[in-house]
Nanobody, 115 residues
Framework: QVQLVESGGGLVQPGGSLSLSCTAS????????MGWYRQAPGQQRELVAV???????NYADSVQGRSTISRDNNKNTVLLQMNSRKPENTAVYYC?????????WGQGTQVTVSS
């Protein structure tokens, strides 16, 4: 069984930075896609960034240049560094893993951008 555990959410001031971490446990394939999505109140869940084993990264246009996704394959961990936060970035951020035809989600971590 695959489990994803996120950490690093919280309160950040506008213009500030925040890092999110997600660690996968269980049967994790060598080649997979891990990523981050977010869902603001009353809105649909949307892509933030994904990183594919041996392929590369993909970012939403809204975060391009202000966020960096990376992974540590030895630890089955994906990191999201977010800079220059704006109030509209307030949302629950979810980690996602796709492998072998399966899709797995973390429980989500709240990020609030406010002064």
């Amino acid at each position: 069984q695959v489990q994803l555990v996120e950490s690093g959410g919280g309160l950040v001031q506008p213009g500030g930075s925040l890092s999110l971490s997600c660690t996968a446990s269980g049967s994790i394939f060598r080649f997979n896609t891990m990523g981050w999505y977010r869902q603001a109140p009353g809105q649909q869940r949307e892509l933030v960034a994904v990183i594919r084993s041996g392929v590369g990264t993909n970012y939403a246009d809204s975060v391009q240049g202000r966020s960096t996704i990376s992974r540590d394959n030895n630890k089955n961990t994906v990191l999201l560094q977010m800079n220059s936060r704006k109030p509209e970035n307030t949302a629950v951020y979810y980690c996602k893993l796709v492998q072998g035809g399966g899709v797995y989600w973390g429980q989500g971590t709240q990020v609030t951008v406010s002064s």
